[in-house]
Nanobody
Protein backbone atom coordinates (compact mmCIF):
# COMPACT_ATOMS: atom_id res chain seq x y z
CA UNK A 1 0.00 0.00 0.00
CA UNK A 2 1.01 3.62 -0.29
CA UNK A 3 1.97 5.57 2.83
CA UNK A 4 1.31 9.29 3.07
CA UNK A 5 2.85 11.94 5.29
CA UNK A 6 1.65 15.55 5.28
CA UNK A 7 3.69 18.58 6.24
CA UNK A 8 3.57 22.35 6.00
CA UNK A 9 0.74 23.23 8.33
CA UNK A 10 0.95 26.05 10.82
CA UNK A 11 -0.54 29.19 12.29
CA UNK A 12 -1.03 32.10 9.91
CA UNK A 13 -3.07 35.26 9.67
CA UNK A 14 -6.02 35.81 7.39
CA UNK A 15 -4.82 36.64 3.89
CA UNK A 16 -1.58 34.70 4.25
CA UNK A 17 -0.49 31.66 2.26
CA UNK A 18 0.62 28.14 3.15
CA UNK A 19 1.88 25.26 1.07
CA UNK A 20 1.06 21.76 2.25
CA UNK A 21 3.02 18.80 1.02
CA UNK A 22 2.20 15.11 0.96
CA UNK A 23 5.08 12.66 0.69
CA UNK A 24 4.16 9.23 -0.63
CA UNK A 25 6.09 6.01 -0.24
CA UNK A 26 5.46 2.36 -0.86
CA UNK A 27 3.56 1.71 -4.04
CA UNK A 28 3.97 3.54 -7.32
CA UNK A 29 2.51 6.96 -6.63
CA UNK A 30 1.57 7.55 -10.25
CA UNK A 31 -0.98 4.73 -10.01
CA UNK A 32 -3.01 6.79 -7.56
CA UNK A 33 -5.31 9.75 -7.81
CA UNK A 34 -4.83 12.09 -4.90
CA UNK A 35 -7.12 14.24 -2.84
CA UNK A 36 -6.98 16.73 -0.02
CA UNK A 37 -9.63 16.84 2.67
CA UNK A 38 -10.02 18.85 5.84
CA UNK A 39 -11.82 18.44 9.12
CA UNK A 40 -12.65 21.20 11.56
CA UNK A 41 -13.59 20.48 15.18
CA UNK A 42 -17.11 19.15 15.43
CA UNK A 43 -17.51 18.89 11.68
CA UNK A 44 -17.35 16.11 9.17
CA UNK A 45 -14.35 15.61 6.94
CA UNK A 46 -14.89 17.62 3.77
CA UNK A 47 -13.46 17.56 0.29
CA UNK A 48 -10.99 20.29 -0.64
CA UNK A 49 -9.33 19.30 -3.91
CA UNK A 50 -8.36 16.31 -6.04
CA UNK A 51 -6.00 15.57 -8.89
CA UNK A 52 -5.79 12.71 -11.34
CA UNK A 53 -2.78 10.43 -11.54
CA UNK A 54 -1.37 12.38 -14.48
CA UNK A 55 -1.94 15.77 -12.91
CA UNK A 56 -3.81 16.91 -16.00
CA UNK A 57 -7.19 17.25 -14.30
CA UNK A 58 -7.93 18.99 -11.02
CA UNK A 59 -11.09 19.50 -9.01
CA UNK A 60 -11.93 21.89 -6.18
CA UNK A 61 -14.57 22.53 -3.61
CA UNK A 62 -16.41 25.77 -4.29
CA UNK A 63 -15.19 27.18 -0.99
CA UNK A 64 -11.54 27.07 -2.10
CA UNK A 65 -11.81 27.54 -5.85
CA UNK A 66 -9.59 30.35 -7.03
CA UNK A 67 -7.58 30.36 -3.78
CA UNK A 68 -6.14 26.84 -3.54
CA UNK A 69 -4.11 24.96 -6.14
CA UNK A 70 -3.46 21.22 -6.06
CA UNK A 71 -0.46 19.76 -7.85
CA UNK A 72 1.73 16.68 -7.87
CA UNK A 73 5.19 15.56 -8.93
CA UNK A 74 5.16 11.83 -9.65
CA UNK A 75 8.93 11.77 -10.12
CA UNK A 76 9.32 12.96 -6.53
CA UNK A 77 6.32 11.06 -5.14
CA UNK A 78 4.87 14.22 -3.72
CA UNK A 79 1.63 16.12 -3.83
CA UNK A 80 1.06 19.73 -2.85
CA UNK A 81 -1.73 22.06 -1.90
CA UNK A 82 -0.93 25.75 -2.32
CA UNK A 83 -3.32 27.78 -0.21
CA UNK A 84 -3.57 31.52 -0.80
CA UNK A 85 -5.80 34.20 0.69
CA UNK A 86 -6.47 32.04 3.71
CA UNK A 87 -9.55 32.71 5.80
CA UNK A 88 -10.36 31.81 9.40
CA UNK A 89 -12.92 29.32 8.10
CA UNK A 90 -10.08 27.40 6.45
CA UNK A 91 -8.90 26.37 9.92
CA UNK A 92 -8.88 22.58 10.11
CA UNK A 93 -6.72 19.49 10.08
CA UNK A 94 -5.79 18.84 6.47
CA UNK A 95 -5.37 15.30 5.17
CA UNK A 96 -4.00 13.98 1.93
CA UNK A 97 -5.47 10.79 0.56
CA UNK A 98 -4.72 8.39 -2.27
CA UNK A 99 -7.10 6.47 -4.45
CA UNK A 100 -5.82 3.50 -6.47
CA UNK A 101 -7.15 4.69 -9.80
CA UNK A 102 -5.71 5.98 -13.04
CA UNK A 103 -9.15 6.85 -14.35
CA UNK A 104 -11.06 8.85 -11.79
CA UNK A 105 -11.01 10.93 -8.63
CA UNK A 106 -13.54 11.15 -5.83
CA UNK A 107 -14.91 13.99 -3.71
CA UNK A 108 -15.92 11.74 -0.83
CA UNK A 109 -13.68 10.29 1.88
CA UNK A 110 -15.06 6.83 1.12
CA UNK A 111 -13.45 7.04 -2.29
CA UNK A 112 -9.93 6.96 -0.87
CA UNK A 113 -8.16 3.96 0.58
CA UNK A 114 -5.05 5.56 2.01
CA UNK A 115 -4.69 8.54 4.33
CA UNK A 116 -1.99 10.57 5.97
CA UNK A 117 -2.01 11.52 9.61
CA UNK A 118 -3.05 15.12 8.97
CA UNK A 119 -1.48 18.53 9.50
CA UNK A 120 -3.07 21.40 11.41
CA UNK A 121 -3.78 24.67 9.67
CA UNK A 122 -4.94 27.55 11.84
CA UNK A 123 -5.89 30.90 10.36
CA UNK A 124 -6.34 33.78 12.77
CA UNK A 125 -8.47 36.81 11.98
Amino acid sequence: QVRLVESGGGLVQAGDSLRLSCAASGRTFSNYAMGWFRQAPGKEREFVAAITWSGLSTYYADSVKGRFTISRDNAKNTGNLQMNSLKPEDTAVYYCAARPSRTSVSSTPEGYAHWGQGTQVTVSS
